[in-house]
């Protein structure tokens, strides 16, 4: 290549570095401006963010205080709900040991009740009902002895026969 040529070359590089440079620096004003736009922007809105910052803050320390509250109150309402609880689980245990005490007296009461009502039903159908069987069985051959004696003593053969067929 020729010296020209190199040189006409360079010319167009160092033209277009600055043409480069230049746009460089258009774009670096463009960026400070934007810069200075969004730094007062947030200039205008960083006394609001501090402002809600605090009272987000103070929130939050009033919420701790009554959380720990809330906890402490909750945590003594639960003991008591466990002494309550171990009370009453002492007087289920001894109501249902007392109820199986009292349901196992009931039982031999009425065990030994029924047993003395049998006894009692047999005394009374072996004092009562035998005698009175026997004594309807006596009442029943005296009747059949007097009303034989009263139709004359022996039956007749007709009589008989008939009787004889009856009972068979």
Request: hydrophobic letters at 50%; a negative charge.
């Amino acid at each position: 290549m020729s010296q020209d040529t190199v040189i006409i070359l360079l010319t167009i590089f160092v033209g277009m570095v600055a043409v480069g440079q230049l746009l460089q620096g258009i774009a670096v004003m463009k960026m400070r401006r934007s810069a200075e736009l969004l730094q007062q922007q947030v200039a205008a809105f960083l006394p609001r963010a501090q402002a809600v910052l605090e009272d987000a803050e103070m929130t939050l320390q009033q919420s701790r205080k009554q959380l720990t509250e809330v906890t402490e109150k909750a945590n003594v309402v639960l003991d008591a709900t466990r002494a309550q609880l171990a009370t009453v689980e002492a007087l289920l245990t001894d109501f249902s040991s007392r109820a199986k005490v009292q349901l196992d007296r009931a039982e031999m009461v009425l065990d030994d009740t029924m047993g003395r009502v049998q006894e009692t039903v047999a005394t009374v159908h072996n004092g009562v009902m035998r005698p009175l069987k026997e004594i309807t069985g006596i009442s029943a051959g005296i009747r059949a002895a007097l009303g034989q004696l009263l139709k004359g003593g022996r039956p007749s053969v007709a009589q008989a026969t008939s009787d004889e067929e009856m009972f068979i």
